[in-house]
């Protein structure tokens, strides 16, 4: 269990509305993603953070925005959503040190459907 | 940019028998992370095993291990003596070791689907 707490895990939202999913972990790692998952593409990387504030656009990131205003605090929104947003969405975290900092680990994924 | 490659959309295999689910990578780089992640009906993301590029052994969790070819950049997964609970989409997954902050992050490939027949 790697402490992440997405939310929510479904939510199904109108054409042009904005939707905010959140990504909380318990255990003040350093780095942060939000990924998409879409048939045939696998996962794609969508933003992450580096730390509090520090942001980065993945391969994915129009129509996203992000905030980290806490270390605990991941926020993935979707300003306007479209249709060609509803997806799996997965919040992931990387450990900082030690062995297992070499590994990303994913929360359980929030579905999102656009209509 | 690195990119991952899964040949194999949809594998299948009997139970108790052993399958081999292939990956292609591709990279400038000499020291990166390679990982094979599994992902049940449930869409939740389970890490299955994971290869350090400097390190020459192929990694062995249990009954999966890997066939790690550096020079061909090919990362295949074995599963050994396969269980109904094994069913499920695997994605190859590369990783960067750079320090820099914008390489800490996973390249997947398409993904695979293995189906066992009991």
């Known amino acids: 269990d790697a402490g992440i707490t997405q939310s929510p895990r479904h939510k199904v939202t109108e054409t042009g509305t904005p939707v905010t999913l959140r990504c909380h972990q318990t255990?003040?790692?350093?780095?942060m993603y939000w990924y998409r998952q879409d048939p045939g593409h696998g996962l794609r990387l969508i933003h992450y953070?580096?730390?509090?504030?520090?942001?980065d656009k993945g391969e994915v990131s129009d129509g996203y925005s992000v905030s980290r205003s806490k270390t605990e605090d991941f926020l993935l929104t979707l300003e306007s959503a479209t249709s060609s947003q509803t997806s799996v969405y997965f919040c992931a975290i990387k450990p900082g040190t030690g062995n297992s900092g070499n590994t990303i680990y994913f929360g359980e994924g929030s579905w999102l459907t656009v209509v | 940019a690195q990119t991952v490659t899964q040949s194999q959309p949809e594998m299948s295999v009997q139970e108790a028998e052993t399958v081999t689910l292939s990956c292609t990578y591709d990279t400038s780089e000499s020291d990166y992370y390679l990982f094979w992640y599994k992902q049940p009906p449930s869409r939740q993301m389970i890490l299955v095993i994971r290869q350090e590029a400097y390190k020459q052994q192929n990694a062995t969790e249990n009954r999966f291990s890997v066939n790690f070819q550096k020079a061909a950049k090919s990362f295949s997964l074995k599963i050994s003596d396969s269980q109904l609970g094994d069913a499920a989409m695997y994605f190859c997954?590369?990783?960067?070791?750079?320090?820099?902050?914008?390489?800490?992050?996973?390249?997947f490939g398409q993904g695979t689907r293995l189906t066992i027949n009991p």
């Open positions: 997954a590369y990783r960067s070791p750079l320090l820099n902050q914008g390489a800490q992050k996973l390249v």
């Open positions: 255990e003040n790692h350093r780095y």
């Open positions: 953070s580096y730390g509090v504030k520090d942001t």
